[in-house]
């Protein structure tokens, strides 16, 4: 892990709906083509981080940086310009598109001649949306919606990628397949911040580990460290 | 294929097609009459729907949108083209050339000024997190606001197009069919058949779609929501003005209440199509305009609106969410 090369800081950020604020002064660095986990239980506010990031909700205090450049006040569809890229945890596909037209819309900013190249790379890395791209999205089983939502998230090559529990009701067969993928996608130089009820197996194949508890951020290590971390495990891993 | 499965999936709405057809087999010129005026509902119907569909409420000035564009076209008509009372009119039909020449400014016009009832009024509702309560009863506000400007600039007198009279179309089974009539059902087809193919086939109809379906996840792949939505409200303002204009043309009538009268039919073919659905709109404006139509060879045509009602319960009793409406989900 090089922690020389921060590609997204968030300063000091809370955030959260309405009047309510979820997550408070939460300070978190990402570092290029690294996975980093953060795990704590649910309602902690990992969701919430992730949308404030992403411009779905706005911070009420702190500031986002993207490769030193101040990314705060953006628009989501800004931000995914400059290559953030971020997969929800549900409702994360357009059900009354195509499978092929939920690509489109991944690439709706590309030229053409980009939208073709970037399609064939992402079918290259998941082909078995290859025979089901003039199907309806919302035929999909949860794993190949899943796979769709990660390559429609690929289609505007990111440089920087946001998983919200992408494993969240799958089978341990296609949990597996799709953590698969999350390390060929680091491997293809991608920066990962991952969110995920499955902790243990999540942080196995991170870098990086991140601990929220009731809105705070209140570890942060080596993953392999927050695993062996007796505590922690005994809190959050399951033992 | 779907649609027509559908009609034979249920007994009572399979009963309802029945009737349509055993009463049309009775008197056939009120289905031909129902069928195009239908159409003109339809074209209405969409362009509520779409909004709907999108911006999650009911726009209650739709109807006073058609009204305006009907005003805006007359009044262009007359400043532009000042002698066109003593011009010919247009092959069989009542209007004049000089109409056709003028109809497009206006639709374009009432297409910039929905954008600009969006950028005054209806953005600043939707940062506000507006209910869509809230929504609909502030575009019942612009409704009533729109026809008080109406009703001051142009008068509460009935109006109509420069026209010249033309005799009905004889046709077989005693149909007769106006040919103003005919036409605005053709163009509001051939409107209907390009909305659909700009909805379905088209980049930005599909980016419509998505951001119907998850505006959040529409901007996170990079689509920008708030021009898609600019988009949305033009296609809207050219759609009601359109309908407005034909159904001025149609009716030889221009009034200030006309598109608040015209706004039951278009909700009753909304809902009964399944709200926030395009093609659900077109059948649902077919189905009430028949009906509607059908019923006045048995009562009095002052109980139409009661008829429309009626189908609508008759449809929502048996799909509540509409003929081709799903639960959560639009377009």
């Known amino acids: 892990?090089?922690?020389?090369?921060?590609?997204?800081?968030?300063?000091?950020?809370?955030?959260?709906?309405?009047?309510?604020?979820?997550?408070?002064?939460?300070?978190?660095?990402?570092?290029?083509?690294?996975?980093?986990?953060?795990?704590?239980?649910?309602?902690?506010?990992?969701?919430?981080?992730?949308?404030?990031?992403?411009?779905?909700?706005?911070?009420?205090?702190?500031?986002?940086?993207?490769?030193?450049?101040?990314?705060?006040?953006?628009?989501?569809?800004?931000?995914?310009?400059?290559?953030?890229?971020?997969?929800?945890?549900?409702?994360?596909?357009?059900?009354?598109?195509?499978?092929?037209?939920?690509?489109?819309?991944?690439?709706?900013?590309?030229?053409?001649?980009?939208?073709?190249?970037?399609?064939?790379?992402?079918?290259?890395?998941?082909?078995?949306?290859?025979?089901?791209?003039?199907?309806?999205?919302?035929?999909?089983?949860?794993?190949?919606?899943?796979?769709?939502?990660?390559?429609?998230?690929?289609?505007?090559?990111p440089k920087i990628i946001m998983l919200d529990e992408p494993t969240a009701g799958l089978s341990p067969i296609i949990v597996d397949e799709v953590l698969e993928n999350i390390i060929s996608l680091k491997k293809s130089n991608l920066s990962?911040?991952?969110?995920?009820?499955?902790?243990?197996?999540?942080?196995?194949?991170?870098?990086?580990?991140?601990?929220?508890?009731?809105?705070?951020?209140?570890?942060?290590?080596?993953?392999?460290?927050?695993?062996?971390?007796k505590e922690i495990s005994k809190l959050y891993l399951g033992g | 294929m779907k649609y027509i499965d559908l009609i034979f999936e249920n007994k009572i709405i399979f009963t309802l097609f029945w009737v349509i057809l055993i009463l049309s087999f009775f008197k056939p010129w009120l289905f031909v009459n129902g069928l195009l005026i239908g159409s003109l509902y339809s074209l209405g119907a969409i362009g509520l729907s779409l909004i709907y569909g999108n911006l999650k409420f009911a726009n209650m000035a739709h109807g006073d949108f058609m009204t305006l564009s009907a005003y805006v076209a007359l009044t262009l008509l007359l400043f532009f083209f000042p002698n066109s009372e003593q011009s010919t009119s247009v092959g069989p039909f009542t209007f004049k050339y000089e109409l056709l020449a003028v109809i497009p400014f206006a639709v374009i016009l009432i297409g910039i000024l929905a954008i600009v009832f969006d950028k005054?009024?209806?953005?600043?509702?939707?940062?506000?997190?507006?209910?869509?309560?809230?929504?609909?009863?502030?575009?019942?506000?612009?409704?009533?606001?729109?026809?008080?400007?109406?009703?001051?600039?142009?008068?509460?007198?009935?109006?109509?197009?420069?026209?010249?009279?033309?005799?009905?179309?004889?046709?077989?089974?005693?149909?007769k069919i106006p040919p103003d009539m005919f036409f605005c059902s053709v163009v509001a087809c051939i409107l209907a058949f390009v909305f659909y193919y700009v909805l379905f086939r088209t980049t930005l109809g599909k980016a419509i779609r998505a951001t119907s379906d998850n505006p959040d996840l529409a901007k996170i792949t990079g689509i920008n929501t708030n021009r898609i939505i600019l988009y949305i409200w033009f296609i809207g303002g050219v759609l009601a003005a359109t309908s407005g204009i034909l159904i001025s043309v149609q009716q030889a009538l221009i009034t200030p209440v006309m598109g608040w009268k015209i706004l039951i039919p278009l909700f009753a073919a909304v809902i009964v199509g399944g709200i926030g659905n395009p093609i659900g709109a077109l059948m649902g404006g077919l189905l009430i305009g028949i009906t509607g139509e059908l019923a006045t060879g048995w009562i009095n045509p002052s109980y139409k609106p009661a008829v429309y009602f009626l189908v609508l319960l008759i449809v929502l009793l048996l799909r509540p969410n509409g003929i081709l409406g799903t639960k959560g989900r639009q377009f």
Do not use: H
């Open chain 1, 1 to 157: 892990m090089n922690k020389d090369n921060t590609v997204l800081k968030a300063n000091n950020i809370s955030a959260g709906y309405g009047e309510q604020i979820i997550i408070r002064n939460i300070n978190l660095n990402l570092y290029e083509s690294c996975i980093t986990t953060i795990i704590g239980p649910n309602g902690c506010g990992k969701s919430t981080f992730l949308k404030s990031i992403s411009g779905i909700i706005n911070p009420v205090e702190g500031k986002i940086e993207i490769y030193d450049n101040d990314v705060t006040d953006l628009n989501t569809f800004e931000l995914s310009k400059i290559g953030l890229g971020y997969v929800p945890q549900s409702e994360n596909i357009f059900p009354s598109l195509s499978v092929e037209d939920n690509l489109k819309m991944g690439g709706y900013i590309l030229m053409r001649d980009q939208y073709k190249k970037n399609l064939e790379k992402v079918l290259e890395m998941f082909p078995d949306l290859k025979d089901k791209l003039s199907g309806s999205s919302s035929n999909l089983s949860g794993g190949q919606r899943q796979m769709l939502a990660l390559s429609r998230a690929l289609m505007l090559d």
């Open chain 2, 120 to 175: 005054l009024i209806f953005k600043k509702l939707r940062d506000l997190n507006a209910t869509p309560a809230a929504m609909a009863l502030t575009s019942l506000g612009v409704a009533v606001g729109l026809r008080g400007l109406i009703q001051f600039i142009w008068g509460t007198d009935s109006t109509s197009f420069p026209r010249e009279s033309k005799l009905f179309w004889d046709l077989p089974f005693r149909i």
């Open chain 1, 192 to 229: 990962i911040l991952l969110v995920e009820q499955n902790a243990k197996k999540a942080l196995t194949i991170s870098d990086y580990g991140v601990v929220f508890s009731f809105g705070k951020k209140i570890m942060e290590d080596n993953a392999s460290k927050i695993l062996s971390d």
